[in-house]
């Protein structure tokens, strides 16, 4: 690939010169495999699987096709997640109303992902990692219940702008079929 930076290693399963077997791991797939790589070669790899109720989340989150090693990333990491010892996300399914035994890949998609990404498109993402990264119980249903106020927030933010863009193209009278509203501007495509 041109234009990447000089480096010693590029790790990215969709280069054209890449021999990795599945070129459609999410980006914290690649993480999980750069870390089991490192792990193995210094013989640490205790406790590295439970690191994959993350890599569920941020694999569901990412919007990857769940095939061949998505898939078993997942299906493994949903594993994880149901038992995680993750006073966040233990916080979080709570606060949610999830039940852990019950937590699927729709779960992230529908309910969980949403809530970790709603601080970083309103605020800022610190809110939720430090989320995931609490010990505390205490501190962690006080952040849960931040990360579902920011997501109410966002949730309504986001009905307010499609009212505001529905009423805009009703007096703008127009019927194109692909429209980009914003700021007060539309533009017909």
Known sequence: MSGLPPALATVNPKRPDSSYPFGQLAGVGVAFKLLQAVSRSLNKEAGLDE???LVAI???ADKVPLLEENRYLVQKGLEVLRRTRRAGLRAMMETARLEPDYVDAESISW???PRLNAPGRLD???TSYRLVMSTSSDEATQLAQLLEEKNQERQRLTE???A???A???IAGTTQ???MIGAGTIRQA
């Open 177 to 179: 079929p692909f429209l």
């Open 51 to 53: 690191t994959l109720d």
């Open 160 to 162: 307010e702008f499609l």
């Open 111 to 113: 309910t969980m992902a």
């Open 164 to 166: 505001k863009a529905k």
């Open 168 to 170: 805009e193209l009703s």
């Open 58 to 60: 941020g694999t569901v």
């Open 124 to 126: 800022h993402a610190i």
